[in-house]
């Protein structure tokens, strides 16, 4: 039985690359020109691997949608904080470090206001972070995009543009730092190689464990 694709895209890469995304659907990355027999061959010697992996997500409960009314919490930097509703405020929603605050008003937009406020926090936190971090290491790139990515954490374009989700700035400072460190080394080395792994281990030798604290606590990052 063939394995089904759920999304093909097609980009100027050299190999295929299999997905396996957050709600178990099948995304594959492709060359422009390369055939769809081809691909879909690819796909079909590693079904075991992508069965393996639909089913530790069918076996995960779902993660719970948010709540915005009063006392629901929101992540900011690995914390939770409390929302509160407020009767009037401009900007709608805000942060005083210790609780979000929202205006009744923009209760029925709740989602839009806190998708534009974390894409703000992400701007500012990821761009200070990436200048750091490779002033520190050597590395140069173009510039930051902020992205609202469902699946992919960063990525590094061949043209040294580096794009983040904004759901990152929900992640603690040192799972951030990681994956802005992964994609710095992407400038230098555009694959995930045994070379690109050392490299990354030479910089930061605990990054299994960031990594790993991504994997497990990714889905939660809404």
Aim: charged share 20%; net charge positive.
């Amino acid at each position: 039985m063939s394995v089904s694709i759920d999304r093909l895209v097609r980009t100027r890469r050299k190999t295929v690359a299999i997905v396996v995304e957050r709600d178990g659907s099948l995304t594959v990355r492709a060359p422009l020109r390369m055939a769809e027999a081809h691909i879909q061959t690819f796909v079909e010697s590693h079904e075991s691997w992508i069965e393996k992996h639909q089913a530790r997500i069918r076996a995960t409960p779902p993660v719970p949608s948010k709540n915005y009314s009063a006392g629901g919490t929101f992540l900011y930097l690995g914390q939770s904080y409390p929302l509160s509703l407020v009767a009037r405020q401009r900007p709608a929603l805000s942060f005083d470090g210790s609780s979000f605050r929202l205006a009744k008003a923009a209760l029925p937009k709740a989602e839009q206001a806190f998708t534009r406020w974390y894409k703000e926090q992400a701007a500012l936190l990821l761009s200070e972070r990436a200048l750091s971090i490779a002033g520190i290491n050597g590395f140069t790139y173009q510039k930051i995009r902020i992205s609202s990515a469902r699946t992919r954490w960063g990525s590094c374009s061949s043209h040294g543009t580096l794009s983040f989700t904004f759901r990152l700035v929900m992640a603690p400072l040192e799972v951030v730092d990681y994956v802005v460190l992964h994609e710095l080394v992407h400038t230098h080395i555009h694959n995930h190689s045994k070379t690109f792994w050392n490299r990354l281990g030479e910089l930061m030798p605990d990054y299994k464990r960031r990594l790993t604290w991504l994997k497990k606590n990714g889905k939660f990052l809404i």
